[in-house]
C-alpha cells in the first residue's frame, strides 16, 4: 500500500527530533493513515528517515512499537483524566462533563485521522497480543475512574451509568470518524447531561 504524503512542514519539524522519536512520529503517521496490520518496519523506517536497524535499535519488534505508541495515546486520555479531576476536586459531575468535553473538543481530529484505538483493534486480531492487552487494560482503568467520578457526582447507579457513559464517548468517536452523525460534540454532551441528570434524579 502506499505511503500517505507527509503532512505540511513535517520534514523539518521531524528532522529534529531525536531517532526515537522520530520513529514514533513516523509510525503513528502511518499506523493511522493504513492501520497497523498493513504497515511494515520499512515504511516506518523511510518515513522516518532512518534505516531498519536503526529502528530494531530502538523496538526490537514492530509489536514493540505498536505497543508504545498506544501507550503513549493511552497516558495522553490518563493525563487528561489527572487534569479534570485536579480542576474539579471533589465534583464528580463536573469531572464527567469536563471528560466528555475533552473527547467532544478532540473529535475534528479524530474526523481528520481517526481513533488510534479503533484503527489498531481491527489488526490486533490476535487475542493476547500486547498492544491488544494494553488497549484492553486501559479501558478498564478509564470504567472505572469514570464510575468513581458518577459515585462522587451522586448517581443512584454508578456503574451503570459510566457503561453508559462509555458508549456515548466511544460511540462519538466512531460516529465522527464514519461521518455518521452531525454535530457530534454538541450531542455527546447533551448525552452525558442526560445520563447524570437522570441519574441523580433517580437517587
Not at 469514570?146 to 447507579?157: D, S
Request: one cysteine or more; a neutral charge; hydrophobic letters at 40%.
Amino acid at each position: 500500500m502506499t505511503s500517505s504524503p507527509p503532512r505540511p512542514g513535517r520534514d523539518s519539524r521531524v528532522a529534529r527530533l531525536p531517532p526515537r522519536e522520530r520513529i514514533l512520529d513516523a509510525a503513528e503517521e502511518l499506523f493511522l493513515s493504513e492501520g497497523v496490520k498493513a504497515v511494515g518496519v520499512q515504511a516506518i523506517a523511510e518515513r522516518a528517515n532512518t534505516t531498519k536497524t536503526a529502528l530494531y535499535r530502538h523496538f526490537a519488534t514492530k509489536d514493540a512499537l505498536i505497543e508504545e505508541w498506544l501507550r503513549i495515546v493511552a497516558a495522553g486520555y490518563t493525563a487528561a483524566f489527572d487534569r479534570v479531576e485536579a480542576e474539579h476536586p471533589d465534583d464528580g459531575r463536573a469531572q464527567v462533563l469536563a471528560v466528555a468535553r475533552f473527547v467532544a473538543d478532540g473529535l475534528p481530529d479524530i474526523v481528520r485521522r481517526g481513533c488510534p484505538f479503533v484503527n489498531s483493534i481491527a489488526g490486533l486480531t490476535e487475542p493476547g497480543h500486547p498492544a491488544r492487552r494494553l488497549i484492553e487494560s486501559h479501558k478498564v482503568r478509564q470504567r472505572d475512574r469514570l464510575t468513581a467520578m458518577c459515585e462522587q457526582a451522586g448517581v443512584a447507579a454508578p456503574d451503570d451509568a459510566s457503561a453508559e457513559l462509555t458508549f456515548l464517548l466511544e460511540g462519538a468517536q466512531v460516529s465522527a470518524q464514519n461521518g455518521s452523525v452531525d454535530r457530534a460534540g454538541d450531542r455527546l454532551m447533551a448525552a452525558v447531561r442526560g445520563v447524570l441528570d437522570r441519574g441523580t434524579t433517580t437517587g
